[in-house]
Every structure is written in C-alpha cells, then in structure tokens.
T-cell receptor
Framework: QSVLTQPPSASGTPGQRVTISCSGSTSNIGRNTVNWYQQLPGVAPKLLISTNDQRPSGIPDRFSGSKSGTSASLAIGGLQPEDEADYYC???????????FGGGTKLTV | DVHLVESGGGLVQPGGSLRLHCAASGFIFNKYWMSWVRQAPGKGLEWVANIKPDGSANFYVDSVRGRFTISRDNAKNSLYLQMSSLRAEDTAMYYCARGVGAIDWGQGTLATVSS
C-alpha cells in the first residue's frame, strides 16, 4: 500500500489528453512539492516534472503538472505512442522523514 | 551531462551482504543530496535511503533501517549502499539518484537474494 495513491492504469488514443492523479496527505503533498517520473519499458525512470509544475530541460510542453491541497496531477496532451510508459509521483513525507512514491500508473496509448 | 553508474549487484544468499557503488560525474557531487531507490521485479519504485551532501545526516525507509547503511566519499565522487542481513524481499534493481527528489538516475544494478 503506497503512501501516495495513483490509479493503476490510464489509457487514451493518439492526440488525446489524459490526466493522472496522485493523492496524498498533509504530511507529504500538503506541505511539500511533487515530482513526476516516467519509466519507459525496460529502462530507468526519468524525471518528468519537478517542484509541482516545472519541466526539466528536454521535456516537451505536452507534459504539465499541477498541485492543489493534498493532491497533484500530471497531464499529457497530444498523446503519442511513445508516451506509453509507467508514471510515478513522489514527494517528501515530513511524518515519515522519507521520500514516498505513488504506486505508479501504467499508461496505454 | 550528469552520469551515474551503479555496480556491485549480484546473487547472494539470504542473510548475506552486498555493497553497492555509484560512480558520479558531470556535476559537483559534494553539493547534492544523493539517494538510492529500488524496484522489485514487476513492481513499483521504492525509495530506500538518502544522504546529506557532507554525509552528516541520512534517512532510511523503515524496512531497511538497521540493515542497510548509506555512505559517500566526496573525494571519489562515490555513493555506497552497504546491505546486510539480506532477505528475499530485498531482491530488486537498485538505482542511484541525484538529489532528494531523484533528479537524475543511473541505469541500476540488480541484487538478487536467493538460496
């Protein structure tokens, strides 16, 4: 059981927009910023969004993040087949003194 | 470019030990927190531990506290994870990552605990 809750799966067709949610609590998302990671099949994860809504260099602007209260969301616009991957949210938890990840969402395009 | 290369994984019997190493380059190592994150086969990501830039503080996930030790050698741009009293459930790909929030990741090293 992950501290951050994500839907196990999501899907969309090419060109569509999909949103993946990440629900936490006051000890993690409520107090700290959220990162999002993309893990393509068979490779290491990659940072997709940092500090709630910041895209690292090289990440297309089709990817966007937001946070409200104790929840965060990742939006992917103009879906492409190569977006098919696992997506994870993560945040620091002040009560646990630990970084916590969501359980991951498998996106099918 | 940031480059993180893990090594030291392998097959070990339950109760045994392994020492993982992460060689870092492309950034000022002694300015960053460093982390270990693992992923059991077919499962999600699990943060394991992190360590302050000067090595003076560290944090662990409950399941490894007292068995694993994270350390670093800033002179060698190296991060380590000493794993002892290993259990089958520690079997995973272990990733080294830059920063508390895992900004950059290595390719991982696989640790398998099995008799």
């Amino acid at each position: 059981q992950s501290v951050l809750t994500q839907p196990p799966s999501a899907s969309g067709t090419p060109g569509q927009r999909v949103t993946i949610s990440c629900s936490g609590s006051t000890s993690n998302i409520g107090r700290n910023t959220v990162n999002w990671y993309q893990q393509l099949p068979g490779v290491a994860p990659k940072l997709l969004i940092s500090t709630n809504d910041q895209r690292p260099s090289g990440i297309p602007d089709r990817f966007s993040g937001s946070k409200s209260g104790t929840s965060a969301s990742l939006a992917i616009g103009g879906l492409q087949p190569e977006d098919e991957a696992d997506y994870y949210c993560g945040a620091w938890d002040d009560s646990l003194s630990a970084w916590v990840f969501g359980g991951g969402t498998k996106l099918t395009v | 470019d940031v480059h993180l290369v893990e090594s030291g994984g392998g097959l070990v019997q339950p109760g045994g030990s392994l020492r993982l190493h992460c060689a870092a380059s492309g950034f000022i190592f002694n300015k960053y927190w460093m982390s270990w994150v693992r992923q059991a086969p077919g499962k999600g990501l699990e943060w394991v531990a992190n360590i302050k830039p000067d090595g003076s503080a560290n944090f662990y996930v409950d399941s490894v506290r007292g068995r694993f030790t994270i350390s670093r050698d800033n002179a060698k741009n190296s991060l380590y994870l000493q794993m002892s009293s290993l259990r089958a459930e520690d079997t995973a790909m272990y990733y080294c990552a830059r920063g508390v929030g895992a900004i950059d990741w290595g390719q991982g090293t696989l640790a398998t605990v099995s008799s």
